[in-house]
C-alpha cells in the first residue's frame, strides 16, 4: 500500500531488445563456418546466399534461423533484402570473412540494452594474412570502423555495386571491441581484390554517367596515397602499409580508366555481361 492507501503494482520489468546477426554471402564455404559459430550470441541469425554454387547454404542451414536465397547484380540492394529479412531490434552486419570475438558480443548485448534507436560505428583489427595491419586504412580501400550495429529501420544501403552509400538515421555511438577482419591472405589477393573492385566501379561510374576525367583522378592517386601513408600513419606498417597507400591511390583512377575504355570501345575495358564469380 501507498501513503495514500492506493495498491502499487510492481514495475514491469521490460524485455532486452532482440539481436539479429546479418551475413551476406557470396561462395563463401572456406569462411562461413568459423564466421556464423561465433555468432551464437544473438537472438537469430540470417544468412542471404547471393548466387551460391559451393557449400555455403549447406553450413547456413546448420547454423542460421533464417536463410534468404536470391541473384542480386548490386551489392547495395542484397544487402537491404537481409536488413529487411532480420526481425530483432538490432542487427549486427558482419561479412563471412570477419569474426566477432565474445569480448564484442558482450559489449553490443551491453549498449543496446539502454541505448535509444540509432547505429553504432564498430572497429576493426585488418589482418593480411596472420600479420595484423593496424594502420594506413581508407581512401575506399579497407576501413578502420564502420557502422556495422544499426537499429531496426535506422540504415539503408545505397544502388551501387561495391561500396555502396548509406542512410543512417538516429544517434550515433561508438563501441571499442573490434571485429578481426581477414582482409586479404596475400599480396597476391590484394591485387586481386583491386581488379574485382575498380571492376564492379566502372560499372557504377557508368550507369550514373559519371566516368569523370584523368586529371581529377591522378590528383586523387596523390591525395589517397598521401591520406593512407602519412595521415592513417601507413608508414608504420612498412611494405604493407606501402601497399595499402598505393592500391587506395590506384582504386579511383583505375575504375575511372576501365569505364572510360569501355565507353570509348577500347576493348580492354569492363564486360557487359558479369562472369562466373563476380559480384
Known amino acids: 500500500m501507498s501513503a495514500t492507501g492506493m495498491k502499487v503494482s510492481p514495475p514491469v520489468a521490460l524485455a532486452p531488445p532482440r539481436l539479429s546477426a546479418l551475413v551476406v554471402a557470396h561462395d563463401e564455404e572456406e569462411q562461413l563456418e568459423a564466421c556464423l559459430e561465433r555468432l551464437a550470441f544473438a537472438d537469430e541469425i540470417v544468412v542471404v546466399l547471393d548466387k551460391c554454387t559451393d557449400g555455403s547454404k549447406a553450413i547456413a542451414e546448420r547454423r542460421a534461423h533464417r536463410i534468404v536465397e536470391g541473384s542480386w547484380t548490386l551489392e547495395g540492394p542484397r544487402r ?9 531490434d538490432w542487427i549486427l552486419e558482419v561479412d563471412a570473412d570477419e569474426r566477432v570475438p565474445a569480448a564484442l558480443g558482450e559489449e553490443i548485448r551491453a549498449a543496446i540494452g539502454a541505448a535509444p534507436p540509432g547505429y553504432f560505428l564498430v572497429p576493426f583489427d585488418n589482418y593480411v594474412g ?40 538516429g544517434r550515433r555511438g561508438v563501441l571499442r571491441t573490434p571485429i578481426d577482419h581477414y582482409v586479404d591472405r596475400n599480396i597476391s589477393d590484394m591485387i586481386a581484390r583491386l581488379d574485382r573492385y575498380t571492376t564492379a566501379r566502372a560499372r557504377d561510374l557508368r550507369d550514373r554517367g559519371e566516368v569523370g576525367n584523368l ?45 572510360r575504355l569501355e565507353d570509348e570501345g577500347g576493348g580492354s575495358g569492363v564486360p557487359t555481361t558479369t562472369r562466373k564469380g563476380e559480384t
Open 215 to 259: 586529371a581529377d583522378n591522378l590528383r586523387r592517386l596523390v591525395s589517397r596515397f598521401l591520406k593512407c601513408y602519412i595521415r592513417r600513419k601507413g608508414y608504420r606498417e612498412g611494405a604493407y602499409g606501402l601497399l595499402i597507400a598505393l592500391f587506395a591511390g590506384l582504386y579511383p583512377l583505375l575504375s575511372h580508366l576501365k569505364a
Open 130 to 169: 596472420d600479420r595484423l595491419v593496424r594502420h594506413g586504412w581508407g581512401g575506399s580501400w579497407g576501413v578502420s570502423a564502420a557502422p556495422r550495429l544499426s537499429a531496426r529501420g535506422c540504415k539503408r544501403w545505397g544502388d551501387q555495386r561495391i561500396h555502396p552509400s548509406l542512410e543512417l538515421k
Open 80 to 88: 537491404n533484402a537481409g536488413l529487411d529479412a532480420c526481425t530483432g
